[in-house]
């Protein structure tokens, strides 16, 4: 079946302007997180959302950076006035809740590049 | 809070030859551990997990880890590693689960492994 898909790919945009990144997790996933892996750093939580409310919105590094989600589904973050540090790769993962344990499967990224 | 520390940020190693890759963590709480394998320009994948019971846990591709409570380690190690093998590896934690959910990963910052032939 279909995994996590994330877009676009890449993105380059200049100092100061937004930014849209997209996910789609996998159907039925009702957990969704966002992460985000600067060069030479490990990924670092975002937000983690369950069905479209987030209780866990601790990672997020400014208010600069919201994120929402529609339904169990499609989610975007967003980045506003981006800025030179917020290079990096966003990572997308989600997972069902149905047991003890549900696994995160990862998207394959939004590479962002602020000039 | 939960923090990962990964020894290593990068582990350069001859085709054959056996690897440890060394991850500790910091928690106040019962943890799952894992590790997951990046390879270029690829996504993230699971290598494999510690949920409970035995603390010898085997993985894809022939890895294996074990935990160890009392010194809060879960290293990673491969006997014979090959060139596909040259990727970047994370360890993580997360809280066990509550609540119907996982809670998100807390990752070390990674270990670049290099086989050369």
């Known amino acids: 079946g279909a995994g996590v898909s994330q877009s676009p790919s890449n993105k380059v945009t200049e100092k100061g302007k937004d930014v849209e990144l997209r996910c789609d997790p996998i159907s039925g996933h009702t957990a969704l997180y966002w992460y985000r892996q600067r060069l030479g750093q490990g990924l670092e939580f975002l937000i983690y959302f369950q069905g479209n409310s987030a209780p866990d919105k601790s990672g997020l590094p400014s208010d600069r950076f919201s994120a929402e989600r529609t339904g169990e589904s499609v989610s975007t973050l967003t980045i506003q006035r981006t800025q030179q540090e917020d290079s990096a790769v966003y990572l997308c993962?989600?997972?069902?809740?149905?047991?003890?344990?549900?696994?995160?499967?990862f998207g394959p990224g939004t590479r962002l590049t602020v000039l | 809070a939960q923090s990962v520390t990964q020894l290593d940020s990068q582990v350069p190693v001859f085709e054959e030859a056996p690897v440890e890759l060394r991850c500790n963590y910091s928690?106040?709480?019962?943890?799952?551990l894992f590790w997951y394998v990046q390879y270029p320009n690829q996504g993230l994948q699971l290598l494999l997990k510690y949920l409970s019971g035995s603390t010898l846990v085997k993985g894809i591709n022939g890895f294996e880890a074990e935990f160890n409570k009392s010194q809060t380690s879960f290293h990673l190690r491969k006997p014979s590693v090959h060139i596909s093998d040259t990727a970047e590896y994370f360890c993580a934690v997360s809280r066990t689960n509550y609540g119907g959910s996982q809670g998100n990963l807390i990752f070390g910052k990674g270990t670049k492994l290099s086989v050369k032939p």
């Open positions: 993962a989600s997972s069902s809740t149905s047991g003890t344990y549900n696994e995160q499967f």
């Open positions: 928690s106040s709480v019962s943890v799952y």
